[in-house]
């Protein structure tokens, strides 16, 4: 006859297989991952979310205390935003097109260690960085920004690129890896722009565009 811790062992075992059936379960895994990423986070959850800010699901975040969504932006469907301990910061007035990325985090490498067993708990420290997405900026479709990118103010980023490097403000950037492509106004018209949107102390001056523009019509 079986003892109670007989028994208990039996159950406990008889769980775990249930457990481990259902984890890898495709069916069940799918209606997991479609109810978390349509439904399973509220506004509470981000580390900050303005009213009027809008994301249309599915979204799927790391960590959504380190996502912070400012005035007036828009992300669209299948945004997948990686911020497990790192920020994405998305400044306002930004519009974001369907299928974006971001990872905030690098995968590192360590002499003796598969890449699979590295993780999270052993990973060196210095792979994260934030992600910052200044105001006024657009970004097409399966964009992918990478760690410590930051898109400057009133930035076009083509659909497809993938932003491993930070842009000036007012770019058009596009490519893989994302390159300088041009400043989509002269620099009288994004004073002009500036001077009806932002107050006197927020806007670029005339002397730091010229150094911007400058700089970066040399490449």
Not at 3 to 15: L, P
Not at 23 to 29: H, T
Not at 107 to 133: C, L, Q, R
Not at 167 to 182: D, E, L
Request: positive net charge.
């Amino acid at each position: 006859m079986a003892t109670d811790g007989q028994y208990m062992e039996r159950n406990n075992s008889t769980m775990k297989r249930l457990k481990h059936r259902i984890k890898n379960n495709r069916f069940i895994r799918g209606l997991y991952f479609l109810y978390k990423n349509y439904f399973g986070y509220s506004r509470k959850s981000f580390g900050y979310i303005a009213d009027n800010a809008t994301i249309t699901p599915p979204l799927s975040c790391a960590n959504y205390k380190n996502l912070y969504v400012g005035e007036s932006v828009g992300i669209g469907p299948y945004a997948n935003l990686s911020c497990l301990n790192a920020k994405c910061i998305i400044k306002g007035n930004t519009a974001i097109a369907e299928n974006f990325t971001v990872h905030t985090g690098n995968h590192a490498y360590i002499k003796g260690m598969f890449i699979t067993d590295i993780m999270e708990s052993n990973k060196p420290k210095g792979y994260d960085e934030d992600v910052i997405i200044e105001k006024d900026v657009w970004i097409g479709c399966n964009v992918t920004l990478l760690s410590g990118v930051t898109i400057g103010r009133g930035c076009t980023v083509a659909a497809g690129a993938v932003v491993n490097k930070s842009t000036p403000p007012y770019a058009v950037i596009g490519g893989v890896p994302a390159k300088f492509i041009k400043f989509k106004w002269t620099i009288n018209e994004i004073l002009e722009h500036e001077s009806i949107l932002y107050p006197e102390e927020e806007r670029f001056s005339r002397e730091e565009l010229e150094s911007i523009f400058a700089q970066h019509q040399k490449k």
